[in-house]
Nanobody, 118 residues
Framework: QVQLVESGGGLVEAGGSLRLSCRASGRTFSSYSMGWFRQAPGKERESVATITWTGGSTSYGDSVKGRFTISRDKSKNTVYLQMNSLKPEDTAVYYC???????????WGPGTQVTVSS
């Protein structure tokens, strides 16, 4: 229903930073939330951060709290994930997702690879 495309992934050294972007199609995002998830090989998908479009309320997974910041630009239909102090364990494919209030995460981007070297 909503198309999402991530960008900004790449290779970075431990302690470095990356900013991921997720561009969403459409013009109205009332009652909509977006989030970042990640999945490493052999691991379960993990919630990284979420944000509501109306109020900008955010939440973070414990493993990234204090290091990552999620934000959104409503005029650009884009959500960002600023990742600082990256660790090798942050290495994963990062996915952007969206949902309407009261629904499951139903809109997904194709993912972008983030690799953090030691």
């Amino acid at each position: 229903q909503v198309q999402l495309v991530e960008s900004g992934g790449g290779l970075v050294e431990a302690g470095g930073s990356l900013r991921l972007s997720c561009r969403a199609s459409g013009r109205t995002f009332s009652s909509y939330s977006m989030g970042w998830f990640r999945q490493a090989p052999g691991k379960e998908r993990e919630s990284v951060a979420t944000i509501t479009w109306t109020g900008g309320s955010t939440s973070y997974g414990d493993s990234v709290k204090g290091r990552f910041t999620i934000s959104r630009d409503k005029s650009k239909n884009t959500v960002y994930l600023q990742m600082n102090s990256l660790k090798p364990e942050d290495t994963a494919v990062y996915y952007c997702a969206g949902r309407l209030f009261g629904s499951s995460w139903s809109d997904w981007g194709p993912g972008t690879q983030v690799t953090v070297s030691s």
